[in-house]
């Protein structure tokens, strides 16, 4: 029999129990939100550094390093790049036809340094990346900057701009502290070019926001950064220290199979093969985001061949597109279009052309060419991905040559093909586009007159409708719209245009198995930040 | 002749007090040599670098910004390019009587910057190797000239064929296989682990500088990590220096005032070391300085694979990007390099065979 004292004992110890539960709940949150960072978290990466600078790198590895050490307005999380998230800005608000985008930024944020972020900040930064005439400069081409209180920011472009949401995400757009680069050298003027001075400061020091600080830079042996204490958003540095070391692929896996807390970035999905399955270390094989693409160039007077449309189309129907991208190797998939499968608008696999060697063979009779001889140039020296393009342009050699064309390739040294590519003068040209934006528009480029429509000799006025669709295509705002749109283009481009899209080559990470958080991004790779242990 | 004496007093035909000129007046030489053949180098660098095809401003400028006309016109003004061939090259030339080098279009750093960086990594290494290369190399060659046509020198003679005939890149490889991979018995790539910052750079050797600072743990590991690289690049010279060294010291070795030392009863050993070696070491020496220069200015596969930021790294980076001002840095620290080395070879058979001092 329980005695009258007992619900009383029973409440005084379910209330001591929920107690220690709360405290203990209370510790272990403030555990979580206040751990120091420790450790050192060890990147393998082939270098492509120039700088530190955020307003002057445009490369793979600069876009790490500045994607940790310089918040956005905007950021992409994840694996994501279709929906740029809030970072620096709360949000954002589009008007006037998607040419004026007002941005409202978080009022708590301090660089490392302890100086309030504000809107001063970024209307320096931004006019830095447009006066420097630099790689990135051309992010903000037409689009002009304004503060519109300490905490807006106004961007105004020339013709609407549906992409800029995308644009600010990127890591060029980084937001320095004003004052700290402008007592170092650095301006935003007209001329910045010439009289801006702050590159060698800033790839001392870094004077950004971002999770992460720079310790040390050197473009050809390693970036060392450390943890930002004062950092306050929300990708905490997990690391005490980040080493990005410039290591060849070989050597990568060795180290990532012999280290811990090591993240190899450069094996090719055959350099990888021994990795799948181990134990000490995890592989992820996906699709990258860059196209590798064939074309025939378009202009008579480089060739009376390749200009032939029919001819295209049995190029078009001949090449053997799964064959290829079983060559590319694993997590390699399809490129069904020219806008990565990652991409808004990017078309679904089934939409993609399909060999058809009889149709091939028809187009090429219909075509009056008898016995064509062309010549393929490419990049001999250069391998993205761990392919080389002269693998690549050797099944497609072997495709033609089955249908009776042959094909003579021009492997050539990369700054010797890419001037030929560049003036439009290669008949044929195996070549990849790598995203400058993650956003559908940057791929306007393949269209008559545009960038890359005008190497494959493809000029303004020669598709009048697909031109027409390009130019609605890239100035709808509704993602929806704009989905629908640039699928068209592509079902196009595929049916009568000079490209033959191939694939998209696999992107192997290899991590050491007890780091968590590795997720490969399209646009900045990895983050950093979000890379902890176990 | 006493040891311990200059060279300068060496050279007969001058009293002790007077100024050593002779020795000025090759010095002289070899300085106005050097000037002369500076100069030739850099206008041959610079002819062939603007006759290879292709455009700097193609090679550095992203796809973008290369067909944005500003972008491309800024980038041409800063380095000169807007100009004529013969005003570029006047132009630099100038700038490189003033000690400057001009600006990496890479990294857009001083040239001098970038070579003060790189050179002593390289250096660092290529001392250590050549140490190496020297002790082994010399030795098995003595051991192999020795004990001709026996068991030993044709054992020798196969090893140091092996040596140099081996692909440096691939024994790089299987070094680091083996090595750090399998056994773990050495650092892999770098010139220090991770978790060690680099010391402040006062000579650029990180095992000096880390000991001048009095960071000994950053010193160990540095040093831990020389010995991998130097070994790859060790191997190739020991197996020259082997074979060399066993041919010099046989064209020595039968000698008459050989057999007469043997004759008077001096040990083995002392004719070895006293007698032969300086007669055979002006040959072996002319090796030693090519070998060290070519370590010193074609690591360039070691490098890359050990991850080691050197000179061949900064050239293979140069080259590839058509990076004029850092090429013609390199052209230039090459032919300092061979010229510098070939000084010091020249001085140093003065120092070893006093027939040489005399003539």
Same mark, same amino acid.
């Given at each position: 029999?329980?005695?009258?004292?007992?619900?009383?004992?029973?409440?005084?110890?379910?209330?001591?129990?929920?107690?220690?539960?709360?405290?203990?709940?209370?510790?272990?949150?403030?555990?979580?939100?206040?751990?120091?960072?420790?450790?050192?978290?060890?990147?393998?990466?082939?270098?492509?550094?120039?700088?530190?600078?955020?307003?002057?790198?445009?490369?793979?590895?600069?876009?790490?390093?500045?994607?940790?050490?310089?918040?956005?307005?905007?950021?992409?999380?994840?694996?994501?790049?279709?929906?740029?998230?809030?970072?620096?800005?709360?949000?954002?608000?589009?008007?006037?036809?998607?040419?004026?985008?007002?941005?409202?930024?978080?009022?708590?944020?301090?660089?490392?340094?302890?100086?309030?972020?504000?809107?001063?900040?970024?209307?320096?930064?931004?006019?830095?990346?447009?006066?420097?005439?630099?790689?990135?400069?051309?992010?903000?081409?037409?689009?002009?900057?304004?503060?519109?209180?300490?905490?807006?920011?106004?961007?105004?472009?020339?013709?609407?701009?549906?992409?800029?949401?995308?644009?600010?995400?990127?890591?060029?757009?980084?937001?320095?502290?004003?004052?700290?680069?402008?007592?170092?050298?650095?301006?935003?003027?007209?001329?910045?070019?010439?009289?801006?001075?702050?590159?060698?400061?800033?790839?001392?020091?870094?004077?950004?926001?971002?999770?992460?600080?720079?310790?040390?830079?050197?473009?050809?042996?390693?970036?060392?950064?450390? +943890?930002?204490?004062?950092? =306050?958003? $929300?990708? !905490? *540095?997990?690391? #005490?220290?980040?080493?990005?070391? /410039?290591?060849?692929?070989?050597?990568?896996?060795?180290?990532?199979?012999?280290?811990?807390?090591?993240?190899?970035?450069?094996?090719?999905?055959?350099?990888?093969?021994?990795?799948?399955?181990?134990?000490?270390?995890?592989?992820?094989?996906?699709?990258?985001?860059?196209?590798?693409?064939?074309?025939?160039?378009?202009?008579?007077?480089?060739?009376?061949?390749?200009?032939?449309?029919?001819?295209?189309?049995?190029?078009?129907?001949?090449?053997?597109?799964?064959?290829?991208?079983?060559?590319?190797?694993?997590?390699?998939?399809?490129?069904?279009?020219?806008?990565?499968?990652?991409?808004?608008?990017?078309?679904?696999?089934?939409? +993609?052309?399909?060999?058809? =060697?009889? $149709?091939? !063979? *028809?187009?090429? #009779?219909?075509?009056?060419?008898? /016995?064509?001889?062309?010549?393929?140039?490419?990049?001999?020296?250069?391998?993205?991905?761990?392919?080389?393009?002269?693998?690549?342009?050797?099944?497609?050699?072997?495709?033609?040559?089955?249908?009776?064309?042959?094909?003579?390739?021009?492997?050539?040294?990369?700054?010797?093909?890419?001037?030929?590519?560049?003036?439009?003068?290669?008949?044929?040209?195996?070549?990849?586009?790598?995203?400058?934006?993650?956003?559908?528009?940057?791929?306007?480029?393949?269209?008559?007159?545009?960038?890359?429509?005008?190497?494959?000799?493809?000029?303004?006025?020669?598709?009048?409708?697909?031109?027409?669709?390009?130019?609605?295509?890239?100035?709808?705002?509704?993602?929806?719209?704009?989905?629908?749109?640039?699928?068209?283009?592509?079902?196009?481009?595929?049916?009568?245009?000079?490209?033959?899209?191939?694939?998209?080559?696999?992107?192997?990470?290899?991590?050491?198995?007890?780091?968590?958080?590795?997720?490969?991004?399209?646009?900045?790779?990895?983050?950093?930040?979000?890379?902890?242990?176990? | 002749?006493?040891?311990?004496?200059?060279?300068?007093?060496?050279?007969?035909?001058?009293?002790?007090?007077?100024?050593?000129?002779?020795?000025?007046?090759?010095?002289?030489?070899?300085?106005?040599?050097?000037?002369?053949?500076?100069?030739?180098?850099?206008?041959?660098?610079?002819?062939?670098?603007?006759?290879?095809?292709?455009?700097?401003?193609?090679?550095?400028?992203?796809?973008?910004?290369?067909?944005?006309?500003?972008?491309?016109?800024?980038?041409?003004?800063?380095?000169?390019?807007?100009?004529?061939?013969?005003?570029?090259?006047?132009?630099?030339?100038?700038?490189?009587?003033?000690?400057?080098?001009?600006?990496?279009?890479?990294?857009?750093?001083?040239?001098?910057?970038?070579?003060?960086?790189?050179?002593?990594?390289?250096?660092?290494?290529?001392?250590?190797?050549?140490?190496?290369?020297?002790?082994?190399?010399?030795?098995?060659?003595?051991?192999?000239?020795?004990?001709?046509?026996?068991?030993?020198?044709?054992?020798?003679?196969?090893?140091?064929?092996?040596?140099?005939?081996?692909?440096?890149?691939?024994?790089?490889?299987?070094?680091?296989?083996?090595?750090?991979?399998?056994?773990?018995?050495?650092?892999?790539?770098?010139?220090?682990?991770?978790?060690?910052?680099?010391?402040?750079?006062?000579?650029?050797?990180?095992?000096?500088?880390?000991?001048?600072?009095?960071?000994?743990?950053?010193?160990?590991?540095?040093?831990?990590?020389?010995?991998?690289?130097?070994?790859?690049?060790?191997?190739?010279?020991?197996?020259?220096?082997?074979?060399?060294?066993?041919?010099?010291?046989?064209?020595?070795?039968?000698?008459?005032?050989?057999?007469?030392?043997?004759?008077?009863?001096?040990?083995?050993?002392?004719?070895?070391?006293?007698?032969?070696?300086?007669?055979?070491?002006?040959?072996?020496?002319?090796?030693?300085?090519?070998?060290?220069?070519?370590?010193?200015?074609?690591?360039?596969?070691?490098?890359?694979?050990?991850?080691?930021?050197?000179?061949?790294?900064?050239?293979?980076?140069?080259?590839?990007?058509?990076?004029?001002?850092?090429?013609?840095?390199?052209?230039?620290?090459?032919?300092?390099?061979?010229?510098?080395?070939?000084?010091?070879?020249?001085?140093?058979?003065?120092?070893?065979?006093?027939?040489?001092?005399?003539?």
């Amino acid at each position: 029999m329980l005695s009258r004292s007992t619900p009383r004992r029973v409440l005084l110890v379910a209330v001591a129990l929920v107690a220690a539960i709360a405290v203990a709940a209370a510790a272990a949150n403030s555990t979580s939100n206040d751990q120091a960072a420790t450790g050192t978290l060890v990147i393998d990466k082939s270098f492509d550094l120039k700088t530190a600078d955020p307003q002057r790198q445009f490369e793979v590895t600069g876009g790490i390093v500045a994607h940790v050490l310089y918040d956005t307005l905007l950021e992409f999380r994840g694996s994501d790049v279709t929906t740029p998230r809030p970072s620096l800005a709360t949000g954002y608000r589009a008007s006037n036809g998607a040419k004026t985008y007002t941005f409202t930024l978080r009022r708590n944020v301090r660089f490392s340094d302890g100086t309030p972020l504000t809107s001063r900040d970024v209307v320096f930064s931004f006019r830095r990346l447009i006066n420097l005439k630099g790689n990135p400069s051309f992010l903000l081409a037409g689009v002009t900057v304004s503060a519109g209180g300490p905490y807006t920011v106004i961007l105004r472009s020339r013709t609407p701009n549906p992409a800029l949401p995308a644009i600010v995400a990127n890591g060029s757009l980084g937001i320095v502290n004003s004052k700290l680069v402008e007592a170092n050298g650095g301006t935003d003027a007209a001329g910045a070019d010439k009289t801006d001075k702050a590159e060698s400061f800033l790839n001392r020091t870094s004077a950004g926001s971002g999770p992460y600080l720079l310790k040390s830079f050197n473009t050809t042996s390693r970036v060392e950064l450390t +943890a930002n204490p004062r950092y =306050t958003g $929300r990708r !905490k *540095a997990k690391f #005490a220290t980040v080493v990005i070391r /410039n290591v060849l692929a070989p050597a990568q896996l060795l180290s990532v199979q012999r280290g811990t807390n090591e993240i190899s970035l450069d094996l090719s999905p055959d350099q990888a093969r021994p990795l799948f399955g181990s134990r000490n270390v995890n592989v992820q094989a996906i699709s990258g985001p860059n196209i590798w693409f064939l074309f025939a160039n378009s202009n008579s007077k480089i060739s009376s061949i390749t200009s032939n449309k029919r001819f295209q189309n049995a190029i078009r129907y001949q090449l053997d597109y799964a064959g290829l991208v079983r060559l590319a190797g694993r997590g390699s998939g399809r490129a069904a279009g020219v806008v990565p499968s990652q991409f808004l608008g990017a078309l679904a696999d089934a939409a +993609a052309i399909k060999q058809n =060697t009889t $149709r091939a !063979k *028809a187009e090429l #009779a219909a075509s009056g060419l008898t /016995n064509p001889e062309v010549e393929l140039e490419f990049p001999s020296d250069f391998t993205s991905s761990g392919l080389s393009f002269g693998v690549i342009a050797q099944k497609i050699q072997a495709d033609l040559g089955k249908i009776g064309i042959k094909v003579n390739l021009a492997g050539k040294p990369i700054a010797t093909s890419l001037a030929n590519y560049r003036a439009g003068t290669e008949q044929l040209g195996l070549w990849l586009w790598g995203p400058d934006y993650p956003d559908p528009n940057d791929y306007l480029v393949f269209l008559p007159g545009q960038l890359v429509g005008l190497r494959a000799g493809w000029a303004a006025g020669s598709d009048r409708r697909l031109e027409a669709l390009g130019r609605r295509a890239g100035s709808t705002s509704n993602p929806r719209v704009r989905g629908q749109l640039f699928r068209q283009i592509q079902v196009q481009l595929n049916q009568r245009g000079p490209f033959f899209p191939l694939f998209q080559p696999g992107q192997v990470v290899a991590a050491s198995k007890n780091l968590t958080g590795v997720v490969y991004n399209a646009t900045f790779q990895i983050d950093l930040a979000t890379i902890g242990s176990r | 002749m006493a040891r311990g004496r200059s060279l300068g007093a060496l050279i007969p035909g001058r009293s002790r007090t007077r100024p050593p000129r002779p020795f000025l007046r090759f010095l002289a030489r070899r300085f106005v040599a050097l000037l002369f053949l500076g100069l030739g180098i850099t206008l041959v660098a610079f002819l062939l670098t603007n006759l290879a095809p292709g455009d700097p401003a193609a090679a550095n400028l992203g796809q973008r910004a290369i067909e944005d006309p500003a972008a491309v016109a800024s980038f041409r003004e800063r380095y000169g390019l807007d100009k004529s061939l013969p005003e570029q090259y006047g132009i630099y030339v100038w700038r490189l009587a003033h000690g400057d080098l001009g600006e990496s279009q890479q990294a857009r750093l001083p040239v001098t910057e970038e070579l003060g960086t790189f050179i002593p990594a390289t250096a660092e290494l290529a001392l250590l190797s050549i140490l190496i290369a020297v002790v082994v190399g010399v030795g098995l060659g003595i051991l192999a000239a020795i004990r001709q046509n026996r068991l030993t020198d044709h054992v020798l003679r196969v090893v140091s064929l092996t040596g140099v005939s081996m692909p440096t890149f691939w024994l790089a490889l299987v070094a680091l296989y083996i090595f750090f991979f399998r056994l773990n018995w050495l650092p892999g790539t770098g010139r220090l682990d991770p978790q060690f910052s680099e010391p402040e750079h006062r000579t650029g050797f990180f095992t000096i500088d880390a000991l001048l600072q009095g960071e000994w743990a950053t010193a160990g590991d540095a040093a831990r990590h020389l010995v991998l690289p130097a070994l790859v690049l060790a191997l190739y010279n020991i197996g020259l220096l082997t074979r060399y060294t066993r041919a010099a010291v046989l064209e020595v070795v039968h000698n008459d005032y050989i057999r007469a030392a043997r004759a008077k009863g001096i040990s083995e050993r002392r004719i070895v070391l006293r007698h032969v070696l300086r007669a055979a070491l002006p040959s072996v020496l002319t090796v030693i300085g090519l070998a060290f220069a070519n370590v010193m200015t074609g690591a360039v596969l070691v490098e890359n694979i050990f991850a080691w930021p050197g000179i061949g790294q900064y050239a293979y980076r140069s080259a590839t990007t058509l990076d004029l001002p850092a090429i013609m840095g390199v052209s230039l620290f090459v032919a300092v390099v061979y010229i510098v080395v070939n000084f010091a070879v020249d001085v140093l058979y003065g120092v070893i065979d006093p027939r040489i001092r005399v003539s």
